[in-house]
């Protein structure tokens, strides 16, 4: 390293701010509308990608609970990839109507976990670790 370049090996990025916690808060309610709205549009059409889902007041439910820990995500990043993931997995075993707004959920969370957390190799282990989760769901959905 050059004497004219900075040491970033202690660098640790600072918590989020009052302003960037709002946006978040904002955030979290566009993607809860969008996931509601598009959950009804799917019902309206009966265009579910499993063939059958459960009733709509279980898709509106697990539609509004995944997008929820997004309000949060700058302060707690490991924990709302993690809740992210469960009730991303459920709500898939459970066959909801729609798959967009779950995974643009799920990314923004990886995003998320990638950009704010402070360690950075929780970060990446973390990261890691739910993608592989997610190909190992992806397999068995398609065996069973």
Excluded: H, K
């Excluded at 990043?77 to 967009?100: K, S, T």
């Amino acid at each position: 390293m050059g004497r004219d370049e900075p040491d970033w090996s202690g660098w640790r990025r600072p918590g989020p701010t009052r302003a960037q916690q709002r946006i978040d808060v904002v955030i979290a309610a566009g993607v809860l509308v969008g996931a509601l709205g598009m959950t009804l549009l799917i019902n309206s059409m009966g265009a579910f990608a499993f063939g059958t889902a459960p009733g709509l007041a279980e898709q509106l439910v697990w539609v509004a609970a995944l997008p929820v820990p997004l309000a949060v995500r700058r302060r707690f990043p490991l924990a709302v990839l993690v809740v992210v993931c469960v009730l991303f997995i459920a709500a898939q075993a459970r066959q909801i109507g729609d798959n967009l707004i779950p995974s643009i959920v799920l990314f923004l969370a990886i995003y998320t976990e990638g950009a704010w957390e402070r360690n950075r190799t929780i970060a990446s282990w973390s990261r890691i670790g739910v993608i592989v989760v997610m190909f190992g769901w992806m397999v068995v959905s398609i065996i069973l």
